[in-house]
């Protein structure tokens, strides 16, 4: 409904111009004013969308009134309505964006025309303002689903040639400096899903980071390093912000592990295993950990290069399930301790947290087991290497337990589930979820069996249903874009070319050319 304000200090021109209107727009709703000053202080209850305003008035004249309205609503519309035809007048009222006049007195049809025009206008607007505000959300929500892939990407070195620089792009950030990964892990409770949503509006609040798939009821957060801000300050900020959504969260205890910054993303994926490793003893009081403070002792740390590398290379080892591999990098470490002479107690300690390392690995794909400890105080290395073999071997029971239960077809059936909601905003969240398997985990499967990553997969379907949409020439590339699942017409654009050497425009022409 339009909501109009008259303007006028004679009663007989307001009642008049109202009569003419409500014949024209009976569903519009009237209000009238007989001075300036009345009109200002009407509008912010009534809130007009168009003003018809008299000049000249005793008191606060109707200029003023249009620019002091104007100021607080700049959305709001005005025709000057004026018995005075001069240049002055008109050039006032062009500065201060009245969109038409009208001559007093006027002909009832010039009237209905002239506030016709300006109700279409408005109209318009809105229509375009409604679209704009559809848009903004569509793209809120796949820039939510970008996110999660974006991470996942990143952490489990999932990159994949189409996407990946268009994906971070579209999620903005400063992606060129430094940043770093924290990893909470969250304990009890049935309301975990409940605070994924929470700590990620939080962080989108926060506007300096990108929250992952959570799995194994872990949530991994990569963070940007802000200007003039240092790491551990902004570790130390961040985490007692994260802490205390999860003090208000009704149940739930967790840990943050905190990885150390990495200056590029391709190497983001360590700052994550560091932060696993950060969350290994969950028993101190402060309730999180970075990674550099980690017991120089222990053999991990900032000031053990050695030590970060055999982590990462253990990690990547059991994601991959190269559990042999995985052994002999842990059999190492105990034979370097052994020749170091280091003390059998300080190398079970080292041995254990290894295992704990593949055990968190384990619970980020989604697969839960016991957690692993030593069953007795080892005294010799003999027994050390025994015992770390059988601990690491449960582990590996589990994992291929867990991958035994999966049905041949639970892969095949994800891929039928991509092809038929391919114009759907899908993710590794949904598709899990559709599934009931980690994020992680399908992305590694379906990898493995198809041969092509699932978001290529996606892509593939899309861009195959856009080619059948080109050949209808009343559509448009942006009616085609939204339809095959692309909220972005400009990057739908771009993922086509880059899929099929050519633009959806030069693809119709020429498909439209071999029809003709």
């Known amino acids: 409904m339009i909501k ?27 209000m009238q004013a007989k001075n300036g000053k009345l009109a200002v202080e009407l509008v912010p209850q009534f809130r007009p969308d ?76 809105r229509s375009d303002s409604q679209l704009r505000i559809r848009e903004r959300n569509a793209i809120e929500r796949m820039l939510s689903v970008v996110e999660a892939d974006v991470v996942t990407q990143l952490l489990f070195d999932h990159v994949h040639e189409v996407h990946l620089n268009e994906l971070v792009g579209l999620l903005g950030g400063d992606t060129t400096g430094e940043a770093f990964v924290l990893v909470i892990r969250i304990e009890g409770g049935a309301a975990a899903e409940s605070f994924y949503g929470t700590v990620k509006e939080k962080v989108r609040r926060m506007a300096n980071g ?86 120089s002792g222990t053999g991990t740390g900032a000031n053990d290069p050695a030590a970060q590398r055999r982590e990462r290379q253990l990690a990547d080892q059991i994601r991959f399930g190269r559990w042999d591999e995985a052994w002999e990098t842990i059999r190492q470490a105990i034979e370097q301790s052994e020749r170091s002479g280091l003390n059998i107690h300080r190398a079970q300690q080292r041995a254990l947290e290894s295992i704990w390392l593949s055990f968190r ?13 030593f069953s007795f105080r080892i005294e010799d290395y003999r027994q050390l290497r025994t015992e770390a073999e059988c601990l690491l071997k449960k582990l590996r029971q589990e994992a291929e337990k867990y ?87 400009n990057y739908f654009s771009k993922v086509f070319k880059k899929c099929c050497g050519t633009s959806p425009t030069d693809y119709r022409k020429a498909l439209i050319g071999k029809k003709g």
């Open 210 to 295: 990108w929250v992952g798939a959570m799995s194994g009821r872990q949530i991994p957060i990569v963070i940007f390093l802000e200007a003039g801000k240092s790491y551990r300050a902004q570790a130390a900020s961040t985490v007692r912000q994260l802490l205390g959504l999860l003090d208000s969260s009704h149940g739930l205890n967790g840990f943050i592990g905190v990885g150390s910054p990495y200056a590029s993303l391709e190497h983001i994926r360590f700052s994550y295993q560091e932060a696993l490793t950060a969350t290994s003893d969950t028993s101190l009081p402060a309730r999180y950990r970075l990674y550099e403070d980690l017991p």
């Open 50 to 125: 168009l003003v018809l305003m008299d000049i000249k008035m005793p008191g606060m004249n109707g200029l003023e009134a249009i620019e002091r309205i104007g100021a607080d609503y700049p959305a709001t519309k005005f025709i000057m309505v004026t018995a005075y035809d001069t240049f002055e007048y008109a050039r006032s009222a062009i500065k201060l964006g009245v969109k038409d006049y009208l001559l007093k007195p006027s002909k009832a049809s010039e009237i209905q025309e002239t506030v016709a025009r300006v109700v279409k206008e408005i109209e318009e607007e």
């Open 403 to 489: 991958k035994n239960r999966l049905e041949p077809d639970v892969i095949h059936r994800i891929k039928q589930y991509i092809a038929q909601n391919s114009h759907r905003d899908i993710s590794l969240e949904t598709i899990a979820q559709e599934a009931g398997m980690s994020p992680f985990y399908i992305s590694k499967s379906f990898k493995e069996q198809f041969g092509v990553n699932y978001i290529d997969y996606l892509t593939e379907c899309r861009v195959e249903r856009a080619k059948a949409l080109l050949s209808d020439g009343e559509r448009s590339l942006k009616e085609i874009a939204y339809e095959v699942g692309y909220r972005d017409p």
């Open 4 to 30: 109009l304000l008259i303007v006028d200090d004679e009663q007989i021109e307001r009642e008049g111009m109202a009569a003419i209107l409500r014949n024209k727009f009976p569903d519009m709703e009237l």
């Open 361 to 373: 690995v384990l619970t980020e794909m989604g697969i839960e087991t016991e957690p692993p400890y």
